[in-house]
Each structure stands twice: as structure tokens, then as C-alpha cells.
């Protein structure tokens, strides 16, 4: 029996990019496609295996712990980019500018997608959700250097928007227009998550 089951809900690729040195700029360059890999997109900054623990995990691990690599892509939806955007009181909010690998269209409440869903490609390209991507700062800077006076408006405005962080289960190609069944895992909510939370 399948512990993922495939949803009749689909998003549609709608930009896709590679940030190629985050110590110049967090900034993404715009592609066509992407050849995904299991280490991620190859020239990508978040590519690899394993990563360097960061922030977002310090309770587990001291900062720049070696471990596996669940953060290859960063993944934000058009619906919460427009919904970011007006809380920022811009027209519009450049992908490029959040380091994001890919867009989509059509998936509600994205960014709140259960962790171990997957987004399978029609050509089998699946990439596996890890968890909600929180906003930080280093947009911000990208931002303000593009608009200024609206980078300080980040983060306010993206949280919970902020889209999800994803690792390649099955490689192969993303192409813009490409669409993507979402598949959630078969398994109730946890009893005690709500009293572990706090």
C-alpha cells in the first residue's frame, strides 16, 4: 500500500533560476530548465550531498555541522510572491531577488505543504518538501538594493509565505511550463504536536 497519495492538484512551473555565488550575491539567474540531480543543480549554491548546518537547525546541531543536504531548492509560489509583494506594497516581487530555484502556480497554501510531499514532473522528476522556508534577512539586502526603502519590508510581509525547501528524490529535467503533481503523505496529524509545540 502507498504511503504517498497522488492529489488532483497540480502547479505549473513558472520560472525557474540558479544562484551561482552566494558570496557575490544572493540573487538568482533566470534558466529555461534545470538538470536536477541527486546533489541538487550542478553549479547551484545550495547543491551537494551534505551542506553545512545553519541557523535553522542549531538546536540540533553547532553551526557548520556536516549533514545531509534537504535544502537543494527553494521553492516559492506565484499566488504567495503576489500576496509578499502587496504587503510590501511593490506591483511585483523578483524571484531572482529571494535566491529562489523555482515558481509555481496553482498549489494553495504552499508554503504550508506537509513536510515529505512530494512535486513530481510528468517526466518523473520528483523533488521531496522538507519543511516551510522562514524569511530572513539576506533577501532583503537583494531587495533594497533593487527598490530602496523595501527591503526592510521582507520579512514582515513573507512570513508564512515564504515557500519550502526540497531535495531531489528522482533526477531529471525541470522546464518552465512543466507541471507538477503534488503527492502528500498518508498519515494522520501526530496527537502530541500541538503540546510539544507549546
Known sequence: ???????DIYGTILWLGRVDD????????PLPELQASFAGVAGEEHAGLTRPSCSRVLAQYPRNTEIRNTRQFSIVSQE??????????????????LGASMVVEGIPDFSHLPPSSRLQAESGATLVVDLENRPCTLPAKVIEAATPGAGKL?????????????WVEREGVFRLGDRLRLHVPDQPVWAHLAEVRG
Open 154 to 166: 521582507f520579512k514582515p510581509a513573507a512570513k508564512g509565505r515564504r515557500g519550502i525547501t526540497a
Open 22 to 29: 552566494r558570496a557575490t550575491t544572493l540573487a538568482a539567474t
Open 80 to 97: 504567495e510572491l503576489a500576496a509578499i509583494a502587496a504587503g510590501m506594497g511593490l506591483e511585483s516581487l523578483d524571484p531572482a531577488w
Open 1 to 7: 500500500m502507498s504511503v504517498l497519495k497522488p492529489c
